[in-house]
């Protein structure tokens, strides 16, 4: 095999249709687009959603729900990876930073302390909420709950 009998597969490629090139083509005249209407005419654009007058389907599914505008999203860390955290880098205070750079969190996140897990060494935490179930477990240890 060499470069200059390479051929497409056979049945792949195929001849563009020709419109409005006279009555001899087989598709002058309307040019395959029918009569009338707005498909027949230049420039129609058809808009997202349409459905030829039905009524759409985003009109038809009724809505529900409320989106509270207000909300505060909070990135939750439980007591077990703070636990993990302390004994892995040997830390007697864990804050912003230090979650940063374990890659638990973003530096736009807000950070919520949840009891989930077991604390077993003293530890200061620092974040901007906590459950009261982790504060009472923080402080059983010894150690501070600081809110930021």
Not at 11 to 40: D, F, L, M, P
Not at 89 to 108: F, H, P, R, S
């Amino acid at each position: 095999m060499e470069l200059y009998n390479l051929q497409p597969a056979a049945g792949s490629t195929h001849n563009s249709k020709r419109v409005g090139r006279g009555y001899g083509s087989g598709k002058g005249r309307t040019s395959t687009r029918g009569h009338k209407g707005a498909k027949a005419r230049s420039g129609y654009k058809k808009k997202i959603g349409f459905e030829g007058g039905q009524m759409p389907l985003q009109r038809r599914v009724p809505k529900f729900g409320f989106k509270n505008i207000n909300r505060v999203e909070y990135k939750a860390v439980n007591l077990g990876f703070i636990q993990k955290l302390a004994e892995e880098k040997n830390l007697t205070k864990i804050g912003i930073e230090e979650l940063i750079a374990a890659g638990w969190v973003n530096k736009n996140q807000l950070v919520k302390v949840l009891a989930d897990g077991e604390l077993t060494v003293k530890v200061d935490v620092e974040a901007h909420a906590f459950s009261a179930t982790a504060e009472a477990a923080i402080k059983e240890k010894g150690g501070n709950a600081i809110k930021l």
